[in-house]
């Protein structure tokens, strides 16, 4: 199970990585949230994964989840995404003051 | 019994998950791939559902209904910007 | 008081929050606020910074849980100065946006602005290193805005640059903390000191890894070469207050790895102590080497000024990268020094820029500009400070730092490289000043624009320059007091176990 | 405080401050500043008297502050033999410039700047001399480049005072960086920069293995500042300061710090092969060069600026020559030079004041036009030339006797007195042609002025000095005797060796090549016709100017070379070094250690549904990049990739995080496409093949170090029980079953504030971003179809509204439950945003807002307040920020509830949540209708 | 006995969501494409939530029918998903199977929303 | 009076049901929390739904509910046999249905129920409510197949939802 996640991470970097060396604003930004899944994912991993394990406090219940990366996760998908917004708005902006979609801001051809 | 049928029933809705994804490799059309993102958030529900009763943990009732609810939100999103480009105007 | 610590963190949130408050009420209402609360911040400052000359580390434990479980703040001397420059810093910036109406070229500046500052206080004082990464974020988002704040095609386009490079840099960000919880457990950067002093053997490829991951992502907030080239752009296309500001940006990074680093692998991490000095002094010289050849081929001023920003930047991660107390005190010396004269030379660069019109900071020769023997003269003290030369606190920085290398196994290299570096640096801005300054056309060309007359609030800009500039020879003239001062600090960040038993003391009060 | 021992800083800071003074005096009366320029030194004169007295008694006398004591800077003057002889050299020298340049500078020159500029120069100057501590006198040594710099480019209309002045820059600044270096390798090596202790040093310096890089280090100080070969070429190209700079700076002072410096290490770095080998031979050389090319300079200044050459590498050679008696000549003639050069700089700067020219090929017969200043020049030359009974040639006695003394020790011995003779050769003859050229042969031609005699005062202070000149040559026992001695006993740091002052020794070698050398001068300038012929043919284009202007050019190319081809402005490029980078440092991290990459942990079983969900992400993740062209799909297998990911997080016990990447999926998916619609439907391809192979390499080979990370650490054990003690104290201290909620409202409340913050601020910044922007509105779809007629689809419009209260109560619901069970304000908030979403998508952005009037901005400001206030009541109560309390409250009718001030801390997560959310898609939204100006790219 | 009902309950459900999913994947065109997900797959769901529903009901405390909440949202939605979807396709007048009998006017079809009502094709 | 605090009783009751059926009670904490939502909301949206919906027939309404959920079922059974076999013999059509309903809210309804029940998806509604558009799988009687389906639920709609 850990190395298909640990496979699934890689993909998701790899793909992501790839997106972002593009040289339009709209791969660069589909591989920003590609990256943030990513890291999403290992982050979570990072608490080692857990199967079937209660998700709160429950009286009966002695082994949990470790609690402190997915509320790391949370607060990283938050950030990622007011991040993402922002370079998509920015794109836009670009294309409006340069005319094109390129990162460059030169015109596309 | 019901412990029984789950890997069967487990079993169907993740071929049902395969092909909704061929149906998203393949194509061909726009629309296509829109329905096929459309059933893969059906397709969510129902594994969620099963975990839930494999697990015999309520929790997992909330990922459902807000599939139910945000899927359609995205779905008919897609199907705007092709009808209109401009979503929301 | 119990409460010090976190006030320069709430002070701007607040400041920001009521502003966006207010926002109906106009201009007029929001700069009055603005400024205020920079002031008050710069006040609060200079309270907490002469409180912090105890020698006392003061460690807030936020929401009453202790350390390693909940975030603690730890202010001590190197938070506390880094907070007095940021203030200095902002202060200035804040009252030439003002003055120069900068503020009401775009949106929400002063929130923004005020946001900003939370981000960087919250930076400089945090003990967790997640909430490191919120607090980056933080500052980066308003960061964004704000060099975004006027708008123009350039400005754009060096803005999605900065962005997109930082959002990668979180990304990194993110991966070297799950790696680092993962092997270590823990977030709070004393307990992580802890970790990696008793670190299994089986796990020091892991953490070192995630070490430098970590120093990438600082790298790149500080410039470090080969992650700068966000730098020059970015600096250069940004408007004059905002890259005032942004003179600190950099340095929360060297903070950070000064911090994070330097506590995490100090003294006593055993087989990973200091292991990535090397690193930073190494690619210190290159950078500095590359500054000094960019500031050689700048074509304006202002891309000249991000290259010096970059210069000074690599000078100072030499001397952290020497890994000495002494090195270090007077790299601190240097940070300030440098923080401030950037500042001040973006603003200058600025009032240069509106004084030469359509020639703008281009070097070519233009018609004199208005005001230019005080313009001239103070450009002159600038470059002297930014090149290292006396009397400047340029070169008492840069002195410090290489007589600190001298016993450090590089110092044949360190001594050739930041000479040469400051030899370049002398060719390069005696050019520009003689093409600026000396070069003028006597008369206008036919094709040549109007001839800006006058320069609007001069005097009132003036002031934020020099408010900014009077660091340099106060640095010189308080030499004394001053490098006293930055060897204590510098004896205390060094002290890992001070901070340690720091952050573990027992809370005050209790739930 | 006792003025005496405070004179000495005194003496240094009065010029200092007085340029400031001059400047403001300048507002009220230009000679006010040329006044007070006098006055400023004649008091700092004033200041180093009483001094000296204890000086010429033999005393060294120190005056130290702590400045820097972390760096061994101090605050520290020092005033001896040597010093005293300089300080006095330039103060004289000073108040003599002073008084030519009041009468030199025009009505149109600043004279507030130039005394300004001429003060702090002085000052500098006098600090060099003054300096105790090493590190201080180079900031002084630093000071005097600055100010000859600001001097030579006074008139900063001329470009070649322009060149001249930054060349002077370069070359004296970077050899002053050459010289810092070796100061703090000497401080290292002595364990002290205070003078008193390294010069005591001298023999564990020569012993120590540092010696050679520091003498060379110095030694580039000097030859920089006095104009070494092969460093003098910036000499020349000064002349084009105004001629007070020139007979202050470049005769008797700025260029005399180099040698001063040698003079002050004598003692510490002298009496090695090194030492000899390296100072005489460049001092030779020097000579040699300087000597020969004087002779054929047409401009007046050239010609002394080259002989001021040939005469630093006389005094530098004699230096080298190491011995105590030839380390006398050297002070001997730095005397002397500084008196007749300055005195000639002064008499050319007259000539061109009055004639408006400095060619001496149009400068002609003089003589009756200003018989004073002819009578005046000639004896200075004279001196210049080693004529006798003039000081020059006391001087050049003591040197050629050296050299005679020095030619003892080696085979090649008869090198040194011939090449001295030889140098002394030309030397005569460049003087005869300043005098005969200049004040003989024939008429002036072509002149800009008609010339005459100058003002009065112009000519005194050369009067002064020619008067030195024979007074000192006649009789120097009796004038110059006292003052030698003691620089003499300063410099080496012992009691003098003996020497003799007489004008007459005797027939001896040294007077027999200074026959020679007359002879021979005469010789050479009766036939000088030939060689003017050869020198311009030849040399003239050989010069070192040429050879410093091609480096800098190609310094310069190569800079901009590197800057461009590193720098380039790109955003690929970055990215490129940056992921790069990231990579090399992983690895590095790995490689720098021998432990094994994995872990033992017992790993769990891998299942169908686990492998088949698994595969569509990895699946869909390559899918999105191979169609990432067609972005509208890519968008759509993006959404798959994202509703993936939050089932692997249900499937590994994360419901919260799930709820959160599924709803951040959809409003990610949505706002991806309100900016889609501004921008082209496919991606064009620009990407070369080999671009395409790094990025492919590159991104594979972080994925696959992503990877390997990922399983480094999660095939080890967990590090540590952090999590139980959140576990544990959920309930009891936090007050909520939901423990990842409570880490994010109450543990770490904190970073949520921090997040809460960024969204904000995101909302903000796209709120400013959309403020002025300009985007081409298409009218039809990638395909060239229409859009279609209908707005919003009657049906969808129906459900969406019925749709809307019900997602409202799922909101709250998931709010309200968030604290014990998966859900919370983040969640809720963007719930009820897609719901508002909804209405917008569904019915236009017009009539939703017509029906809800909320501003987005007091949402995010309410939010933020809501939670800062939260933990600003604590606060007030006494607690740290964000401590949190709840308690149990019992209501009739409604039975037991929980109230937690989390909950209020949720509240306003959840407000600016909807605040952001709601603003950023809205206000894209709402891009179209402002949009539409300007024309499709291409069109 | 209520273990059996379970038991078939997810088999069906199980088995219509294949069979949902089987026809996205089968159908020659979009339209055919269209009926399987977003009816076979919407009723086995369906069927899967309400077993949930009776499970939690019987094995915890209390009656579990917020399950059926999920299914109400579904039927409200996916009708709309495929309207708006379907709407979409003839928009983009995607190819059908050559022996789809069409009511309409091929023009009819496309621009359906000029306003003109549809006219029936003799 | 009563139309200023509770302008739609029905949603209002809908959405306290919505309430309990999510928490999965009928405590009376939450049947309490659920009124005052259930109140408050509409009072949120109400710019939402200007005009008051009236249900005239009840029962009507359940009758046509139970026989949709009977159709959903019985019919799904039909279209997964039809899928499940050859695509070959499909005789997919698009049908014009003539609307007689005139609420916009019925003809929405109605679309509705004829995407949900298995083998016709509605595709389109004419822009005066009048015609709507269907795609049906397999068709043997275009006519026929559009009598029963107006018969079967565009009537009740009809006789539910009349615009006043």
New interface residues.
């Given amino acids: 199970m850990e190395l298909l996640i640990a496979l699934s991470i890689g993909v998701l970097v790899a793909c992501g990585v790839y997106l972002v060396l593009r040289a339009s604003t709209f791969p660069v930004v589909m591989g920003l949230t590609l990256l943030s899944y990513a890291t999403n994912l290992f982050l979570f991993a990072m608490g080692r994964l857990a199967i079937g394990v209660p998700a709160v406090i429950r009286p009966d219940a002695t082994v949990y989840a470790d609690p402190l990366p997915q509320a790391l996760v949370l607060t990283a998908i938050v950030i990622a995404f007011g991040m993402t917004a922002f370079a998509i708005v920015l794109a836009l902006k670009a294309r409006g003051e340069t005319g094109s979609d390129h990162v460059d801001g030169e015109v596309d051809s | 019994m019901l412990s029984m049928v789950l890997p069967l029933a487990f079993g169907m809705v993740s071929l049902a998950l395969l092909l909704s994804l061929y149906r998203l490799l393949v194509g061909p059309s726009v629309p296509d791939r829109i329905l096929a993102l459309d059933t893969l958030y059906l397709n969510t529900i129902a594994l969620l559902i099963l975990f839930g009763l494999m697990q015999g943990s309520p929790l997992y009732f909330e990922a459902a209904l807000l599939i139910a609810v945000m899927g359609f939100v995205g779905t008919i999103a897609l199907s705007k910007y092709l009808l209109r480009g401009d979503i929301m105007e | 008081m119990?409460?010090l610590p976190?006030l320069p963190i709430?002070l701007p949130?607040?400041a920001?929050?009521v502003l966006?408050?207010l926002?109906p009420l106009g201009v007029k209402v929001q700069r009055m606020v603005s400024f205020g609360a920079g002031f008050a911040l710069l006040m609060l400052a200079v309270l907490l910074f002469d409180a912090s000359l105890s020698g006392q580390r003061q460690v807030?434990?936020?929401?009453?849980?202790s350390a390693?479980?909940?975030?603690v703040l730890v202010f001590d001397q190197l938070a506390a100065l880094m907070l007095l420059v940021t203030a200095v810093l902002a202060v200035g910036a804040l009252w030439y946006a003002i003055v120069t109406e900068t503020d009401a070229q775009?949106?929400?500046f002063h929130?923004?602005f005020q946001?900003q500052l939370?981000?960087l206080n919250?930076a400089f004082l945090t003990g967790d290193a997640?909430?490191l990464f919120?607090?980056f974020?933080?500052l980066l988002?308003?960061s964004?805005?704000l060099l975004?704040?006027g708008?123009?095609?350039k400005r754009?386009?060096a803005?999605?640059?900065y962005?997109?490079?930082n959002?990668?840099?979180?990304?990194?960000f993110?991966?070297a903390?799950?790696?680092l919880?993962?092997?270590?457990?823990?977030?709070n950067i004393a307990d992580m000191a802890v970790?990696v002093a008793a670190l299994p053997?089986?796990?020091?490829?892991?953490?070192?890894?995630?070490?430098?991951?970590l120093?990438?992502v600082f790298g790149?907030k500080a410039a470090l070469f080969?992650?700068y080239?966000?730098l020059?752009?970015a600096y250069a296309n940004t408007s004059a207050p905002v890259a005032a500001l942004f003179a600190v940006m950099t340095k929360v990074g060297v903070y950070a790895i000064i911090r994070v680093h330097g506590t995490v692998f100090g003294a006593e991490a055993g087989?990973l102590a200091y292991?990535y000095a090397p690193w930073l002094l190494g690619l210190g010289l290159v950078t500095l080497l590359?500054a000094a050849?960019?500031v050689?081929?700048?074509f304006q001023l202002r891309v000249q000024v991000a290259y010096l920003v970059l210069a000074s930047v690599a000078t100072l991660l030499i001397a952290v990268g020497l890994q000495s107390q002494?090195a270090l005190?007077?790299g601190l010396y240097y940070l300030v020094h440098s923080t401030l004269l950037a500042g001040g030379m973006f603003l200058l660069a600025d009032l240069i820029v509106r004084g030469r019109g359509d020639y703008a900071d281009r070097f070519d020769p233009g018609m004199q500009m208005p005001h230019y023997q005080l313009l001239g003269g103070v450009f002159l003290l600038a470059a002297?400070a930014a090149v290292g030369?006396?009397?400047l606190s340029g070169?008492?920085g840069k002195?410090?730092i290489?007589?600190a290398a001298?016993p450090h196994p590089w110092h044949w290299v360190v001594?050739a490289t930041v000479?040469l570096g400051?030899?370049?640096l002398?060719?390069?801005l005696?050019?520009s000043g003689?093409v600026l300054?000396?070069?003028?056309k006597?008369k206008p060309d036919a094709a040549d624009p109007v001839i800006t007359e006058t320069i609007p609030a001069f005097g009132l800009s003036m002031v934020a320059v020099l408010w900014l500039l009077a660091a340099v020879p106060l640095l010189v003239v308080l030499?004394?007091p001053v490098?006293?001062v930055?060897?204590r600090v510098a004896a205390q960040v060094l002290d890992v176990s001070g901070y340690q038993s720091a952050v573990f003391a027992p809370?005050v009060?209790g739930? | 405080m006792d003025f005496s021992s405070i004179n000495l800083p005194l003496a240094v800071l009065l010029p200092l401050m007085g340029a400031g003074l001059t400047v403001w005096a300048a507002h009220f009366h230009r000679v006010a500043s040329a006044w007070l320029a006098g006055l400023v030194t004649l008091l700092a004169l004033l200041a180093l008297l009483p001094s000296l007295v204890a000086v010429f008694a033999g005393e060294t006398l120190i005056q130290s502050w702590a400045w820097l004591p972390a760096m061994g800077l101090d605050l520290a003057f020092r005033l001896d033999g040597l010093g005293a002889l300089f300080a006095l050299m330039i103060l004289v020298i000073g108040l003599l410039v002073i008084l030519y340049a009041r009468y030199y500078l025009s009505a149109k020159d600043s004279m507030g700047r130039f005394f300004a500029y001429l003060l702090l120069f002085m000052g500098s100057m006098l600090g060099v001399v003054l300096s105790e501590n090493l590190l201080q006198l180079m900031v002084f040594w630093e000071m005097t480049s600055l100010s000859s710099f600001l001097l030579i480019s006074y008139w900063t209309h001329r470009s070649d005072a322009r060149q001249g002045a930054r060349m002077a820059l370069a070359v004296t600044g970077g050899g002053g960086l050459a010289l810092l270096a070796g100061i703090l390798l000497l401080g290292q090596m002595a364990g002290s920069y205070n003078l008193s202790d390294v010069l005591l040093a001298g023999d564990q310096i020569r012993a120590h293995s540092w010696y050679l890089p520091t003498l060379v280090l110095i030694a580039l100080g000097v030859f920089t500042k006095s104009a070494q070969f092969p460093f003098h070429f910036w000499l020349p190209n000064a002349m084009a300061a105004p001629t007070p700079v020139s007979a202050y700076l470049h005769s008797a002072t700025m260029v005399k710090a180099g040698i001063f410096l040698l003079a002050r290490f004598f003692p510490v770095l002298s009496g090695t092969p090194e030492w000899s080998w390296l100072i005489g031979s460049v001092g030779m050389l020097t000579l040699l060069i300087g000597a020969y090319t004087a002779l054929f300079q047409h401009d007046l200044k050239g010609l002394l600026a080259y002989s001021t050459i040939s005469h630093l590498g006389l005094i530098t050679l004699l230096f080298g020559l190491g011995t105590e008696l030839a380390a006398v000549a050297a002070l001997f003639h730095i005397i002397n030079h500084a008196t007749f050069k300055a005195s000639l700089f002064m008499v050319a700067g007259i000539i061109d004041h009055e004639t408006g020219s400095r060619d001496m090929r149009r400068i002609n017969g003089l003589l009756k036009y200003m018989p004073h200043t002819a009578v005046l020049a000639m004896i200075a030359s004279a001196a210049m030339a080693g004529v006798p009974l003039l000081n020059g040639f006391l001087s050049k006695e003591m040197f050629f006797d050296q050299a005679v003394v020095a030619s003892n020790t080696s085979m090649w011995a008869w090198v040194i007195p011939a090449l001295a003779t030889l140098a002394g050769v030309f030397s005569v003859a460049y003087s005869l042609r300043f005098i005969h050229d200049v004040f003989f042969n024939g008429e002036p031609i072509n002149l800009p002025k008609t010339p005459h005699e100058p003002p009065r005062f112009m000519r005194i202070p050369v009067d002064v000095l020619v008067v030195l000149c024979l007074a000192v040559g006649m009789l120097p026992m009796f004038t110059v005797a006292p003052l030698l001695a003691v620089a003499v006993q300063g410099t080496l740091q012992a009691p003098p060796p003996e020497y003799s002052l007489a004008v007459w020794h005797g027939l001896n070698v040294p007077l027999l090549m200074s026959v020679i050398a007359l002879l021979g001068g005469v010789a050479v300038y009766v036939v000088r016709q030939p060689l003017f012929t050869l020198y311009e043919e030849r040399v003239k284009g050989q010069q070192l100017r040429h050879v410093y202007d091609w480096m800098l050019e190609n310094l310069q190319a190569f800079a901009r070379f590197v800057t461009q081809w590193f720098d380039r402005g790109s955003l690929q490029d970055v990215l490129f070094w940056v992921l790069g980078f990231t990579l090399l440092a992983g690895l590095a991290g790995f490689l720098s250690s021998t432990a094994p990459l994995l872990g033992g942990r017992e790993l769990l079983p891998l299942d169908g549904v686990s492998l088949a969900v698994g595969s569509t992400l990895i699946l869909a993740s390559l899918l999105s990049v191979v169609l990432h062209r067609e972005r509208l799909v890519a968008l759509v297998v993006l959404g798959a990739v994202g509703l993936v990911v939050s089932l692997a997080f249900v499937k590994f016990s994360a419901p919260d995080l799930a709820l959160t990447q599924l709803s951040v999926e959809i409003v990610t998916v949505v706002l991806l496409m309100l900016a889609l619609y501004f921008l082209p439907q496919y991606t064009p391809r620009i990407s070369s093949v080999w671009r395409k192979w790094r990025d492919g390499l590159l991104a594979g080979a972080l994925g696959l170090g992503a990877a390997l990370l990922a399983l480094a650490v999660m095939t080890r054990d967990t590090a540590t029980p952090l999590a139980d003690y959140f576990l544990a104290n959920s309930v009891p201290g936090g007050g909520g079953k939901n423990v990842v909620n409570v880490i994010l409202v109450d543990f770490r409340g904190f970073d949520t504030l921090g997040e809460i913050a960024v969204l904000a601020l995101a909302g903000l910044g796209i709120f400013a971003l959309l403020q002025q922007i300009k985007l081409y509105v298409p009218t039809e779809d990638s395909g060239g179809r229409a859009w279609s007629a209908e707005a919003n689809p009657f049906i969808l419009q129906m459900f969406s509204r019925i749709l809307f209260p019900l997602m409202l109560m799922v909101a709250v619901y998931v709010f309200l439950r968030g604290h014990n069970l998966p859900g919370g304000g983040f969640i809720a908030g963007l719930i009820a945003a897609l719901a508002i979403v909804l209405q917008n998508l569904a019915n236009g952005i017009a009539w939703t807002a017509q029906r809800l009037r909320f501003d987005m901005h007091q949402w995010l400001a309410g939010g933020l307040l809501v939670a800062a206030g939260t933990g600003l009541v604590a606060m007030a109560l006494g607690y740290p920020f964000l401590t949190s309390a709840f308690t149990h409250v019992h209501w009739p009718l409604v039975g037991d509830f929980e109230l937690a001030s989390a909950m209020f801390f949720d509240t306003g997560v959840f407000l600016v949540v909807v605040g952001a959310t709601v603003m950023i898609l809205v206000e894209l939204g709402k891009l179209s209708r402002v949009g539409a100006s300007i024309p499709k790219e291409g069109a | 006995m209520l273990d059996a009902a379970l038991a078939v309950l997810v088999l069906v459900g199980a088995f219509f969501t294949l069979v949902g999913s089987w026809g996205l994947a089968k159908m020659p065109d979009f339209f055919m494409r269209l009926h399987g997900p977003t009816k076979a797959s919407t009723l086995g769901v369906g069927a899967v939530l309400v077993a949930s529903a009776l499970y939690f009901s019987f094995n915890a405390d209390g009656v579990s029918l917020h399950e059926v909440l999920v299914t109400l949202f579904l039927f409200m939605t996916a009708p709309v998903s495929a309207h708006m979807m379907a709407k979409a396709a003839l928009h983009l007048k995607l190819k059908q199977v050559e022996r789809t009998r069409s009511a309409v006017v091929e023009s009819g079809v496309a621009n359906s929303y000029d306003g003109t009502p549809f006219s029936r094709k003799e | 009076m009563w139309n200023k605090v509770l302008p739609h009783p029905l949603l209002s009751v809908f959405l306290l049901l919505v309430w309990l059926l999510l928490n999965n009670t009928v405590a009376m904490g939450h049947v309490v929390l659920g009124a005052v939502l259930a109140l408050l909301i509409p009072l949120l949206t109400l710019g939402f739904w200007p005009e008051r919906v009236v249900v005239r027939h009840p029962w009507v309404l359940l009758k046509f509910l139970l026989v949709v959920l009977w159709d959903i079922v019985v019919a799904n059974l039909h279209v997964a046999a039809l899928i499940l076999g050859s695509a070959r013999t499909l005789q997919p059509a698009f049908m014009v249905m003539e609307l007689d309903i005139r609420s916009p809210l019925g003809a929405s309804i109605l679309a509705n129920t004829i995407s949900l029940t298995p083998g016709t998806v509605s595709c389109e509604l004419s822009a005066d409510r009048r015609q709507l558009l269907i795609h049906a799988l397999h068709v043997d009687d275009v006519d026929a197949s559009l009598r029963e389906m107006k018969q079967r639920y565009e009537r009740p709609l009809m006789e539910v939802l009349q615009v006043c």
């Avoid at chain 3, 807030?60 to 849980?65: A, E, M, P, T």
């Avoid at chain 3, 390693?68 to 975030?71: N, Q, T, V, Y």
């Avoid at chain 3, 053997?201 to 991951?213: D, F, I, N, Q």
């Avoid at chain 3, 300054?437 to 003028?440: A, N, S």
Wanted: no cysteine; proline share 4%; net charge positive.
């Fill in positions: 119990m409460h976190i709430l949130l607040l920001g929050i966006l408050l926002r807030y434990v936020l929401g009453n849980w390693p479980f909940g975030i775009g949106r929400h929130v923004l946001m939370f981000g919250g997640f909430n919120v607090f974020e933080v988002l308003a964004y805005s975004l704040h708008g123009g095609a754009t386009v803005g999605l640059h962005v997109v490079v959002l990668v840099g979180s990304t990194v993110l991966f903390l799950g790696a919880y993962g092997a270590l457990g823990t977030l970790k053997a089986k796990r020091e490829g892991l953490v070192m890894a995630a070490g430098l991951l120093l990438v790149l080969p992650l080239l966000w020059p752009a087989n292991f590359l050849l960019g050689m081929a700048a002494a005190a007077a002297m030369l006396p009397p070169f008492f002195v410090w290489l007589q001298l001594l000479l400051s030899m370049l002398l060719i390069a005696a050019r003689s300054f000396y070069k003028v006597a030499a004394n490098s006293a930055m060897e809370a009060g739930k």
